[in-house]
């Protein structure tokens, strides 16, 4: 199969998704991998195409919180404040429906569904226009960076795809904050770090947020089921750096001879580029730069042709959007500083 890639014509885009088509959208945060939630041969084709673990949940994305009312019934006292504070936005909110609307593969069996109203115009007139609840895992193959581009996308599912929504490069670049306030009677709690903040949610709310306690210690068994898979991993090893152990790191990989490739912001990178083989800069030297260049950069610096023997990756402070950069570094790093 031929994929698409559709700039602006939305129609093509539900014409595809009606006929249980996939059609890759972007959003603030990362690509999603858009399919008829209630269609499940649709849903099912998103599962074989990404090669995701049938256990993990998907996302269903809505055009507002209206369509929301249609599925759920029992609301989480804080659904109101959060849906008007956050929607739309990087915040997606798990929830209990009513039996019988989702075929089961949507939840991969919990009882349980997360929807996200995503901060993007094309995709937000999609979802109107379509008038349909779309699945949307992050439009990646398992295992790999989730994709910040059309390109990142098509590199992954060309040819097993019919479409891809493109709208250049995300502006978050990681995916959004998952938040289980699926029981009325329990304080929400943090699933999955994001660009919405525990810290900046506990100044709205004036309430403690908890964070799934997997979050604080890797071995407990995460609460999304989708976090305890290998992530974001590219093939080449990656190290994190600590501020202070670049100029360490990197007379390390010299004295071995070992291609070595930086991501960092200015500050760092310039300063150690002449000794590198690759460098992947982000835009500046704050974590939100950091952030939206972290998938990207790994992508780049896993290219075959560089051949880079290990790939060297900032740090920042566990605080804010650091707690989210650092929970997907982390992964991609498999836990790994350089030390
Ligand atoms: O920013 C995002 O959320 C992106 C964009 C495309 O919207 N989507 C995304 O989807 O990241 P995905 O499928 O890659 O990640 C969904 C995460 C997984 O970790 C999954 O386990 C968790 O959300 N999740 C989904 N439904 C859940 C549920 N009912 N209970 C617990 N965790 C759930
Ligand atoms: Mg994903």
Redesign the pocket.
């Known amino acids: 199969m031929e994929t698409k890639k559709i700039d602006t014509n939305i129609n093509e885009a539900i014409e595809i998704l009606k006929s249980d088509g996939l059609v890759a959208?972007p959003?603030e945060?990362?690509?999603?991998?858009g399919a008829n939630a209630l269609s499940e041969t649709a849903v099912k084709r998103v599962f074989a195409v990404k090669g995701?673990p049938s256990d993990?949940?998907?996302?269903v994305?809505v055009a507002d919180f209206e369509q929301v009312k249609q599925y759920v019934t029992n609301f989480h006292p804080l659904t109101e404040k959060l849906v008007d504070m956050y929607w739309p936005g990087?915040l997606?909110l798990?929830l209990e429906p009513k039996a019988g609307i989702f075929p089961s593969v949507v939840?991969?069996g919990?009882k349980?569904?997360?929807f996200?109203m995503?901060n993007n115009t094309k995709t937000l007139a999609l979802l109107r226009e379509a008038n349909l609840p779309l699945v949307?895992?992050?439009?990646n193959t398992s295992g790999r960076p989730?994709p910040t581009s059309a390109e990142h996308v098509y590199h992954d599912l060309n040819g097993k795809i019919e479409g891809i929504l493109d709208d250049g490069s995300t502006s978050i670049g990681?995916?959004?904050t998952?938040l289980?306030i699926?029981d009325p009677t329990k304080p929400p709690m943090i699933?999955?770090p994001?660009a919405i903040t525990k810290e900046q949610l506990e100044t709205d709310l004036g309430i403690k947020i908890a964070l799934d306690s997997y979050l604080i210690k890797e071995n407990d068994t995460?609460?999304?089921?989708?976090?305890k898979y290998k992530h974001y991993s590219p093939e080449t090893n990656v190290l994190m750096v600590r501020e202070e152990d670049w100029h360490r790191a990197v007379t390390y990989a010299k004295e071995r001879q070992l291609k070595v490739g930086v991501m960092a912001g200015p500050s760092v990178a310039e300063k150690v580029r002449a000794d590198t083989a690759a460098v992947f800069m982000y835009q500046d030297d704050s974590v939100e730069a950091a952030t939206r260049g972290l998938f990207a950069g790994l992508r780049a610096l896993d290219e075959p042709l560089l051949d880079l023997d290990l790939i060297l990756v900032a740090t920042f402070p566990e605080e804010k959007l650091g707690v989210a950069y650092m929970n997907r570094l982390k992964k991609a790093a498999a836990q790994q500083y350089f030390d």
């Open positions: 959208f959003t945060t990362v690509y999603g991998l995701r993990n949940p998907l996302i994305h990087p997606t798990i939840s991969a919990l349980t569904i997360s996200r995503p949307g895992p992050s439009a989730s990681v995916e959004s998952v289980d699926s699933l999955r994001g995460p609460k999304s089921p989708g976090m």
